[in-house]
């Protein structure tokens, strides 16, 4: 079992920068995929960033990347979402999400465990 809890999150104005960060507690964290999401009231959930498990490539969604970098620290057992240049449409809710696999995914679906989010508020 692995408990996630984000943090970070917060009201910004464009153009600011935040970082959330999402401890994992229960397990070991070296080997499992992790993830972020996020969702947007009337929208679904969707993809922002992931990466595999030590020394793997992070991915992103196309309407991050190149303003959000994620990295983890698995000594601390954290993710990172350092999110730069942010836009009113980066509001919403961020969640943290672990597999049970060493792969990524980009699908929501594939996720096993998930904190309990964090609301970002982008203010144009």
């Known amino acids: 079992q692995v408990q996630l809890e984000e943090s970070g999150g917060g009201l910004v104005q464009a153009g600011g920068s935040l970082r959330l960060s999402c401890v994992a507690s229960?397990?070991?964290?070296?080997?499992?995929?992790m993830g972020w999401f996020r969702q947007s009231p009337g929208n679904e959930r969707e993809f922002v960033a992931a990466?595999?498990?030590?020394?793997?490539?992070?991915y992103y969604a196309d309407s991050v990347r190149g303003r959000f970098t994620m990295s983890r620290d698995n000594a601390k057992n954290t993710v990172y979402l350092q999110m730069n240049s942010l836009e009113p449409q980066d509001t919403a809710v961020y969640y943290c999400?672990?597999?049970?696999?060493?792969?990524?995914?980009?699908?929501?679906?594939?996720?096993?465990?998930w904190g309990q989010g964090t609301q970002v508020t982008v203010s144009s």
């Open positions: 229960g397990r070991s964290f070296n080997r499992q995929a």
């Open positions: 999400a672990a597999r049970t696999e060493y792969q990524s995914s980009k699908s929501s679906d594939d996720y096993t465990y």
């Open positions: 990466s595999g498990w030590i020394g793997a490539i992070a």
